[in-house]
């Protein structure tokens, strides 16, 4: 392994890849990608029933433009301006790119690019490869950066990004194998870990996704919107999404006690309703507070039989009460696009063949047979809309840190559905462009002595699960200001004494007991970030707290909270950039830069 690199990239998904190849296309050639497992992440092993990329219209006759692809962005609440304004603009570049490399989406025979309408979406912006769209964009940008001879760094953990005077000067990182300490000076780190998965036991992020915030917040980075999440009803022996056809096709839902009684537990609280309730969760599968009393209510009714003790289930192979073969009792909406699709006919399961038979070969392909067997779910943790506070070019307030993807905090209340993927290749883009134009820096090698590691019997699995359990409990779509406040306490003193009471069996556990040192600090921020904003907020998105009713009245969020350390505020979002667009001024700007 070089021990010196211009620019290290940690993480290897659609960021992390895009980073990479981004920067040796602007002549930056001298830098690595770090990472714990180069098939591991959320990029790679996520999806739903149709994986959404969300970007510009590129069909039809409707009409579409940057700014009003901005607007909706930034409508969201809790936007700043220019990330809106960036993520619009950079859209169409962005999508063609990755359709260049190959990514196989749809188009009619004259080059279109159909697409349809998502979450939040006014308009016909998304489109998809199926299931696995993020997984075949990483494919595709992984293809495209090992033909450029980028060299990875694989199964290195990063425990620490070294700074200097507020500036990156190297990253320290342990063998996941072997605990053995390596240190690589850089100027610049490109933070494309994904989302903070490890800090919720309900969760649909894939067990190979852990984050790395940390790393940003012990380098001395804000962070941003942390309290902001998405949740949704997901299988939890193979964690995935729910949400499209999987609910369009109208399963049961069952719930199981210990002696093994079951009850349909939607049709006692909603009767005959419950069958609209279920078909929206297709279209409407985040947990949203301004539908408690629509498709939402599934999610809080689905959590309270769990909260009792009870096991709950999708069940495919019968139809659930109050259908009983009469389709006429279904709400119009169900009823035609049923009919529309060929699918007014039997079982769940047979619905399902009929309009996606991929939903079921893709359980099929991780050992499950929902032609016969049930699946049990819960509400999980799927995406944070909150991370690192970055500026317009993706960089943090730490000089030469910056953050792409999932890990950046550019993301508000609400997203339109796809959107994620689309900041990806944009974030990694800017960040690629503002490292390029930057003077090399001559850099010694840094310093970074490890923390006293107490040995004996390891306790990081019981650690992990106590604290992911606690969270998911009192700190998930369904908050407790109370349970938040006794956590953060606890947390908070976990933090400021961790390598005092966590304990491994050999150097080979220094990857995890790094690992679990960074879900402590996210924690912290997180419930820090969500007991401000219940103060200040309340109910608001997808956090329900105290069970207090959402204040419709309320206007659309123009603030934003901030963490610093364990510390709160909210701060006013910035407003949507007017910038120069006389042609004849841009034009002479782009002369002037290239020195004509």
């Excluded at 200097?164 to 870990?193: D, F, M, P």
């Excluded at 310093?447 to 699995?461: A, F, M």
């Excluded at 998930?476 to 304990?503: H, I, K, Q």
């Excluded at 904003?533 to 659309?556: I, Q, W, Y």
Aim: overall charge negative.
């Amino acid at each position: 392994m070089k021990q010196k690199y211009h620019t290290l990239v940690i993480g290897t998904g659609c960021a992390g890849y895009n980073a990479a190849d981004r920067l040796c296309d602007f002549g930056v050639r001298d830098i690595a990608i770090l990472t714990e497992g180069r098939y591991m992440g959320t990029s790679r092993n996520t999806g739903s029933d149709k994986q959404t990329y969300y970007k510009l219209s590129l069909c039809g006759s409707d009409g579409d433009s940057v700014r009003e692809m901005a607007d909706t962005l930034y409508a969201g609440g809790g936007v700043m301006g220019e990330h809106a304004l960036c993520e619009a603009a950079y859209s169409a570049r962005c999508f063609l790119r990755l359709v260049e490399l190959g990514v196989p989406f749809p188009t009619n025979e004259y080059g279109e690019y159909a697409g349809y309408k998502t979450d939040h979406d006014p308009r016909t912006r998304a489109t998809s490869c199926g299931p696995l769209t993020s997984k075949y964009m990483t494919e595709a940008l992984e293809r495209s950066v090992l033909s450029k001879g980028v060299e990875i760094l694989d199964l290195q953990r990063a425990i620490r990004i070294l700074t200097e005077k507020g500036r990156v000067t190297g990253v320290a990182c342990v063998s996941t194998v072997t605990g053995e300490l390596s240190l690589i000076a850089c100027q610049n780190v490109v933070l494309c870990t994904g989302g903070p998965a490890g800090i919720y036991r309900n969760t649909v992020y894939p067990e190979s996704q852990h984050g790395a915030t940390g790393l940003a917040i012990e380098a001395g980075a804000s962070l941003s919107n942390m309290e902001e999440w998405q949740y949704g009803i997901a299988s939890t022996k193979f964690r995935w999404n729910l949400s499209g056809t999987y609910q369009q096709v109208l399963p049961r839902y069952l719930s199981v006690d210990a002696q093994g009684n079951e009850r349909e537990f939607l049709f006692d609280a909603l009767g005959e309703e419950s069958l609209g309730r279920i078909f929206l969760k297709g279209y409407q599968w985040p947990f949203d507070t301004r539908k408690t009393e629509g498709s939402s209510r599934i999610d809080l009714l689905v959590a309270e039989q769990i909260k009792e003790g009870r096991r709950v289930y999708l069940d495919f192979t019968q139809n659930p009460k109050g259908l009983e073969n009469d389709f006429g009792v279904l709400p119009e909406e169900a009823y035609t696009y049923l009919e529309r699709s060929g699918a007014l006919f039997g079982t769940p399961i047979e619905r399902l063949k009929k309009m996606n038979a991929g939903a079921i070969e893709l359980y099929a392909s991780h050992g499950i047979d929902i032609t016969r067997e049930r699946l049990e779910i819960a509400v999980c943790a799927q995406h944070c809309n909150g991370g690192v506070a970055v500026d317009r070019n993706w960089q943090s307030e730490v000089e030469g840190l910056y953050v792409a993807g999932e890990a950046a905090g550019t993301f508000g209340v609400y997203r339109p559905g796809g959107s994620a993927l689309n900041s990806t290749q944009v974030g990694s883009l800017r960040a690629a462009e503002h490292i390029a134009s930057r003077e090399t820096v001559d850099l010694p090698l840094p310093q970074y002595e490890l923390p006293r590691v107490i040995y004996g019997t390891s306790n990081l699995q019981a650690l992990r699960a106590e604290l992911q359990t606690e969270m998911s409990r009192v700190a998930d779509f369904d908050r407790s200001t109370a349970g938040m406040e006794a956590l953060f306490t606890r947390v908070e003193r976990l933090c400021n004494c961790f390598f005092e009471t966590a304990e491994i069996g050999d150097v080979s556990e220094l990857a995890e007991l790094f690992k679990l040192y960074d879900t402590v600090l996210t924690q912290r921020a997180t419930l820090s970030a969500m007991l401000c904003s219940a103060k200040e907020v309340g109910t608001h998105g997808s956090a329900f707290v105290d069970r207090r009713p959402l204040d419709v009245n309320a206007p659309a969020r123009t603030t934003r909270t901030v963490t610093r350390g364990a510390d709160s505020v909210c701060e006013a979002v910035s407003p949507m950039p007017d910038p120069e667009l006389w042609f004849e001024t841009l034009l002479a700007r782009q002369r002037e830069r290239q020195g004509r």
